[in-house]
Each structure stands twice: as C-alpha cells, then as structure tokens.
C-alpha cells in the first residue's frame, strides 16, 4: 500500500467539493433542515491562528453527520468587515479600509477552505457589500419609524485613541474593547436604540430556548431586572423634587442623606440657589474626566461635594436632609439621583463615615456603629415609624402602598440594560439613512435610492472634535429633504461594527435576495437558527444585539419566531504551549497554514476536536498533533487487511454497535474528543482481530469522515466503493447488539486467579467448565488435588474450591 499523501488527498478533495458544489444548500424547503451557524468572524490582517477554527470545525462535524442522515443543511459563512480594527490599520498604514477588507477576507477564505469546511460558499455574506448594507439601513429606518432609533445628547463612553464612543457592551474593565485605552465619559448627541423597550421580552423569552445556563446567566445579569419604587424627595422651597428608584423603599426611614449624579440636570436648574457652586463646578469637571466603568467600582475611595444650599424632604417623615454630587451615582442608570441608607449599605456607610454624615439602623441586627447591617433580605423592621415590628417583606409592601397613595411613588421594575449607543464617528461603517432639514427635522432616504453609499475619500481619519470625517465631504453631506425638496444635510454618524452582526444569520438564508432581506419563504423555513455556537466573550453584544433586532421584525411579522437561535453553546480557547493566550507579543501565535502544510488538514482538524473539552481552554501540544498524525496513518493501513463482508464479523459485532452510539452521541454533545477515543479504541481492536471486512470498515470511515474528510473519502474511493462518501447514510446502532456476547472471566483456585477463559455471556456453567477444565493452566493448577466445590457466576468469575 502507498503511504498516504495527504497533500495530493486534501488538494484533491477539496476541487472536487467546490467545482462540484458538493455542499451547496438545495432550497428544498420539503425535507427535515439543519441550520448549523458559527459567530461572524472579523477578517482581521493576522489572519487565522490555530484557536479560531476551532468552532467551525466542531459545527462542521455536527453539520456532516446530520447531512448524512439526510437533512437538508444550511452551515454558511461570511463577514463581519466593518469597523475599528480595519479602519486602524488603514489610518496606520495609509491603504484604504475597502482595499484592506478584501485582502483580508480573501486571505481568510483561503484559509477556511485548506481546512475542508463543508460551508455553502455560494451564500457567503459581507457586511461591506452595497447589496447587503442596503437591508441594515432598511432595518435601522424600520426602527426610526417605530420611535425605536432616537437622537439624545447624552454622556458617553468615548475613547480617545480610536476617537469614538462606545456602548457600555464595549468597555472592558475601563477600556476600549477594541485599543485597550482607557475610557472616559463625553458629552455627545448620539443615535441610540432603544433595546430597553424589550429589555423584559429579551430576559423572559431565554426560557425558550436552549443556551447553555452561563450563557443565560451572563443575558440576565446584564439586563439587570430589579423590582421596587419611584419615590419622590422635594427639595426645600422649590417646585423641583428628585425621583430616586430603590428596590428597598421599607428602608426609607433610614435615608440620611442623598446624593445625585454630577451631570443632573437639576443643578443646572437651581445653581442660583447653590452657595458653593464653584465646587460642584469643579467637580464635575474631574467626574468627566473619568469613565463610567471607573466611577462605578465599588472599591476605590469615594469622593463627592454636599450641595449647600439645597435640602431634601425625606418623604415618610418630612426631615430636611443634605444632597451630595458623588461621581459614582451615574445619569445613565435610573434617575441619577439615590437615597443614601448608610445603616444597611456599605457604599453608602463608608460615604457617610467619610463625611461624618448620620447613620440610622431601621433593620434589626448588626451595629451600624461598626459596619453596615447588609444581610437583610429578612428581618424586622425599627426606627421607622408605622413600619416597626414588620418583617421586610410585609414592609416592603405596605410602605409601597403608602407611597402611592400619598402621590409620594409608584411601584417600579428597572433595568441595568442602558439603550444601545448606535452612532459611530467614524468612516468604516454603513452611513445612517437620515438627513436633517431645517424645516422637517430628521427624514428617512426613501427606501427605493438605497443603499445610501460611503463616498470614495482619501482621508479617513477621525477628528479631535469628535465630529465624523464624513462631515468634511461636503459634496456629499449636501442633498436634498426628501419630504419638502429644500436643503438638507446627510448625518455623518455611521453606524457601529454591530449593526451587520445583528442580522446576518437571517440573510443567509436568501443571501441573493434584491426585493427584501430575505424571502418570506426561506425565513420561514430556516428560522430559527438550529445550532448557533459563539464565544462567552459576546454574549453581552452580539447575542444581545442580534436577539433584539430579531424581536423587533418578529413584531413587523417579517420573521417566524420570537427568537433566533434554538440552541447556543460555546468554546473554549486554545491557549500557546505556555499556557497563555495566543497572541504576537506572546511570541506563542500558531498559525494554522504550517501545521497543515507539515501535517495536513484532516490532522489539523482532529487534533483539534481531540484536544480536550470542548467548552474549555486547552493548551496547543505539537507532540499531540503528531499523535493525529500517526492515528490517521494506521487508519490509512487498514486498506491492505480489508476483506469481504456485507455484515459485521462476530468478532467486531459488539464493538462497531458500541463505537457507533457512542460517536453519535458525542458529536451532538460536542463531546468530540470522547468520540475520537473511541474511534482509536477500535481501530485498536481491529488491529488485534487482524482484519477488518467491507461493512465494518465503511461504517468506521463514515463515523470518522466528519472529523477527517479528505482521508476518508479518498480510501472510499480506493476501496471501490459506490459513490461518495458524503452521499452515503448514518451508520445506526441496535441497542441489544451493544452487550458483548462473550467476554473474558478470571478462574479462581482457593481464592487465587490462576488463569482465564472467554465465554458466551449466555453460557450455562457447564459450558464454562468445559472451557475451563480445557485451559492449560488450570489443569496445572488442579493437578493432584480434590474438587470440593465449584461456583460460577456468570460473565463474572469461575471459582473451585479444591483440597
């Protein structure tokens, strides 16, 4: 037998599959479907190390078997090419984004397919494309109609080196989620959607479907629900009040002290009131300075300035109390405006100790003189008035019943979930379908003269005003008000690298479509999404994002379900060698084109799945690659011990059924590497049998073809067998036949084993006296000596007793 080339198999296999179409979708909207979808990869200029394949191989497997058992599978691929990290790289190396982009995506699509993933490239999708930007501007004027997409001058996230704002999503640990910058807070007028309207819709609806529980977790805790009141706290002597949501109104007895954001508007509304204006003025400057994940850490020092001159009413008992400006009370969240209860809150303990400002227990336990008093989710209640001797919870309610009455609050659910900050000040992204007219306001482009393109420009750098640098093209900002025919100017804004993201696995299904984003038909059919896999580290952004979008054109009745995805799972990272994650300043990068070039893709994609837990990170191990290697290698040897059969040998039987469930079920659980164990685990046993005949060894390629393709079908074609492998039907297991008929029993002599026998499961002791009094060994052992007893349990041991 020739030893096994694999880079002639790989080249070969990989023609034929794409001149032939091998995996191109068929649009038979009649037969069971499986719509397998990875996350959107950015084509970034590094290209692939050897982490990113990971999960479209683990999908690429599962979409595999499931053709082979006769669905009709969508597993497509596309791109993400808007945004930051391209238009960087373009300002740093003076090439233009678009030039970039299609370097790149060319580059990563070579390298997609030298591994031979099954994907329908015939529907490949980019985000850059006219043709698809078109139905993200037409989403975005569906969203303005419905009051869905405003404008608000509003504190940001801005950072300074990328020179745009950013959505809370996309600050990590204070920095930008793109440069690592720190952030800080702007003043900017911004387009934002409003996510929040389905903020209860986006945490109720995750009952639906089957995410993994970290996921769900991750959904829930950014959204944030909290259920309590408004309660309203007038200010001494003026019309104006601050409306403050707490989720514990039974403590308000205890509320000593307020503090408001430094941006609330009322100390613009009352500052000739303020005696101390300058300081609060200087304050806010330094707030602004900070970021929003800065000024919420719960472990630096607080900071802050009494506002002297204004007093709050505390509303259940009507004492004056002092109003503070603290940069850790945020605008954006709630009202901008707390109520301070220092007794059972340590912010707000270690703020009034700082301060020398009063402490008051109102639930019973602890000494507030020392520490806070937190744990009260129970108790009962003291030091406040009508509410003395309630436990929490009768508490809670009858003071939020008080509270309405008297016009004082309202019963409130609240959000952690801020609207999504959707203008970018940036070049590389889809231009805002909007002009603004000094008469009309903001008026959508008409649908029929999109999409409204990028104009072609030289220079793309943003500017230190904060202003796009689309502005700067006049020619081009200038048009004409669609509603009244007078001057207007495009807004320059674009929109930021998630708006593509957020529906793209909806284009897919008719990615050619030129009359809507995508037949009423193959939505129908396709959605939801069967099988979704992304990484943890967008289940705060993309998921988020593309859930909302997807809820918005359910309620158009544009889409069939409420949500887009049945199932979501995630991966792991494949770390360096030295335990790290890859990356260039490391030194620990793999690139994927060596390892297939010194060892080839199927060897590349079965280490891959074999590496270790699936959802885990894992270290690279090239010995482990050269393990692959060498597997795939004996796997090729089993053409020259193949013999005749059309039904498993009595010797494999048992072991084909075995490998077969327990493949199966791996490659659905993601378990891939349990899989591949097992298929070792019998290559093994073939090689002690010796040979292996025509139906065992066609079920043994077909269970390994979605790790390894281009080996297996290569041998298939050897071998002679009809037609291709990837035509060919899901190996099945019969349960009964999974039970080893025979099985190897230890003989014991007066306790001791002394040798062993193969027998039928079924066999009567008889029988297994028979073969043991037959074994050499034992005769031996009995030689000169007296049975007493025999005991036989079957499939388990032989015992004798002798003297």
Not at 440 to 460: A, D, I, K, M, S
Not at 540 to 562: A, E, N, Q
Not at 565 to 584: A, D, P
């Amino acid at each position: 037998m020739a030893r096994y080339n694999f880079r002639a198999v790989e080249k070969k296999w990989q023609e034929i599959w794409e001149n032939e179409e091998i995996f191109k979708t068929r649009n038979d909207f009649t037969k069971p479907k499986f719509y397998a979808l990875v996350e959107f990869p950015y084509p970034s200029g590094e290209g692939l190390h050897v982490g990113h394949p990971r999960p479209y191989t683990a999908l690429d497997v599962v979409a595999r078997k499931r053709r082979l058992e006769g669905y009709n599978v969508l597993y497509p691929m596309g791109w993400d090419a808007f945004g930051l990290p391209t238009e960087n790289y373009a300002i740093q190396t003076k090439i233009h984004p678009a030039v970039i982009t299609e370097r790149n995506i060319n580059r990563f699509r070579e390298q997609l397919k030298s591994l031979g993933f099954s994907f329908d490239w015939s529907r490949e999708v980019n985000t850059t494309d006219p043709a698809y930007f078109k139905w993200t501007q037409w989403i975005f004027l569906k969203l303005f109609e419905k009051g869905l997409a405003y404008k608000k001058e509003m504190p940001i996230n801005w950072c300074p080196r990328c020179k745009i704002g950013l959505a809370n999503e996309e600050v990590v640990d204070g920095g930008c989620e793109r440069c690592g910058h720190e952030v800080e807070t702007k003043v900017k007028n911004q387009w934002m959607l409003k996510i929040t309207a389905y903020a209860e819709r986006l945490i109720n609806d995750l009952d639906l479907v089957d995410y993994i529980e970290r996921v769900k977790i991750q959904q829930r805790n950014w959204i944030g629900r909290s259920e309590g009141a408004d309660v309203t706290f007038k200010i001494k002597d003026t019309e104006e009040s601050l409306v403050v949501f707490t989720t514990r109104p039974d403590t308000l007895f205890g509320a000593t002290y307020m503090v408001i954001s430094p941006e609330h508007p009322v100390l613009e509304r009352l500052k000739e009131r303020i005696t101390n204006l300058p300081d609060i003025t200087a304050y806010q400057e330094q707030a602004r300075r900070k970021s929003e994940f800065e000024r919420s850490q719960l472990a630096r020092e607080k900071t802050g300035v009494q506002v002297e001159g204004l007093k709050a009413i505390n509303p259940v008992n009507g004492e004056e109390i002092s109003i503070w400006v603290s940069d850790y009370v945020l605008m954006s969240y709630g009202t901008g405006a707390i109520m301070a209860v220092p007794g059972h809150d340590e912010r707000d303990w270690e703020f009034a100790k700082k301060f020398g400002l009063p402490i008051i227990e109102v639930v019973a336990g602890g000494d507030v003189t020392e520490q806070a008093y937190t744990d009260t989710e129970t108790g009962t209640m003291v030091n406040s008035g009508f509410l003395n001797g309630l436990d929490v919870q009768t508490a809670k309610a009858k003071i939020t019943e008080w509270l309405r009455e008297q016009g004082l609050g309202e019963p409130k659910v609240n959000y952690k979930l801020r609207d999504w900050v959707f203008s970018r000040q940036r070049y590389w992204g889809e231009p805002i379908p909007l002009v603004h007219c000094e008469k009309c306001g903001w008026v959508p482009v008409p649908e029929e003269e999109l999409p409204v393109r990028l104009p072609q420009v030289t220079n793309y750098e943003p500017t230190d005003t904060g202003e796009s640098p689309l502005a700067k093209i006049r020619h081009w900002v200038e048009t004409t008000c669609p509603k009244c025919g007078g001057y207007a100017e495009r807004e320059t804004d674009t929109m930021p690298q998630w708006a593509g993201s957020s529906w793209y696995f909806m284009r897919y299904t008719d990615p050619h479509n030129d009359q809507a984003l995508a037949s009423k038909e193959a939505l129908n059919y396709w959605l939801p999404v069967d099988w979704y896999n992304g990484g943890m580290e967008h289940t705060t952004l993309h998921l988020l994002y593309s859930r909302f979008w997807h809820k918005f054109l359910y309620d158009l009745g544009i889409v069939p379900g409420p949500e887009p995805y049945s199932k979501r799972t995630s991966h792991g990272m494949i770390l360096g060698e030295n335990n790290e994650k890859m990356s260039k300043s490391r030194g620990n990068v793999v690139n994927p084109d060596d390892v297939v070039a010194e060892y080839g893709a199927d060897t590349m994609r079965l280490y891959e799945m074999f590496i270790g837990d699936f959802e885990k990170s894992v270290p690279w191990s090239t010995d482990g690659v050269r393990g692959c290697k060498r597997f795939l290698d004996r796997v090729w040897k089993l053409m020259e011990v193949v013999k005749p059969g059309d039904a498993y040998s009595p010797e494999l039987e048992a072991k084909m059924h075995q490998t077969i469930k327990k493949v199966s079920q791996d490659y659905e659980g993601l378990k891939f590497n349990t899989a591949i164990a097992a298929l070792m685990t019998l290559l093994n046993e073939i090689n002690h049998v010796g040979s292996i005949n025509e139906a065992e060894i066609k079920a043994f390629l077909i269970l390994l073809n979605p790790v390894a393709p281009h080996i297996t079908e290569e041998m298939w074609e050897k071998l002679g067998f009809e037609g291709m492998l990837n035509e060919q039907t899901w190996p099945t297991w019969d349960e009964e036949k999974t039970i080893e008929q025979t099985i190897e029993i230890g003989v014991q002599i007066n306790g001791k084993v002394r040798g062993t026998i193969t027998v039928n499961i079924n066999d009567p002791q008889e029988a297994a006296k028979e073969k043991v009094m037959a074994n050499e060994a034992i005769q031996k052992a009995l030689d000169g000596k007296t049975i007493v007893k025999e005991i036989y349990v079957p499939g388990r041991i032989y015992n004798i007793v002798v003297k």
